[in-house]
Nanobody, 121 residues
Framework: VQLQASGGGLVQAGGSLRLSCADSGRIFSSHLMGWFRQAPGKEREFVAVIRWGYGNTYYSDSVKGRFTISRDNAKNTGYLQMNSLKPEDTAVYYC???????????????WGQGTLVTVSS
């Protein structure tokens, strides 16, 4: 299984970015895909998750209303659309696959390599 995260970059506060997570192992279909982030000196934290088969989505309070998680079954790719970005959103963003709904990184089995998002003020 290989997850490839991409789409990070430098953006001004208020701007938008879309992250992608491509699954070469085709395991998304029977699992959940989540996005987590880790800022310097902080623990990895939950951002959003989607049940791949049903499309149910869940968000952390800090991003609800600004970020949207989605998936494209045909491309076996998940996305995180991030709008109204704030400097506090600066972090390395990781996609991950888990077997059940959880906000804990320890319950996710497969991880992408991370993509850096930097939001300037």
């Amino acid at each position: 299984v290989q997850l490839q995260a991409s789409g990070g970059g430098l953006v001004q506060a208020g701007g938008s970015l879309r992250l992608s997570c491509a699954d070469s192992g085709r395991i998304f279909s029977s699992h959940l895909m989540g996005w987590f982030r880790q800022a310097p000196g902080k623990e990895r934290e939950f951002v959003a998750v989607i049940r791949w088969g049903y499309g149910n989505t869940y968000y952390s309070d800090s991003v609800k209303g600004r970020f949207t998680i989605s998936r494209d079954n045909a491309k076996n790719t998940g996305y995180l659309q991030m709008n109204s970005l704030k400097p506090e959103d600066t972090a390395v963003y990781y996609c991950a696959v888990g077997n059940f709904y959880s906000r804990s990184p320890s319950n996710y089995n497969y991880w992408g390599q991370g993509t850096l998002v930097t939001v300037s003020s």
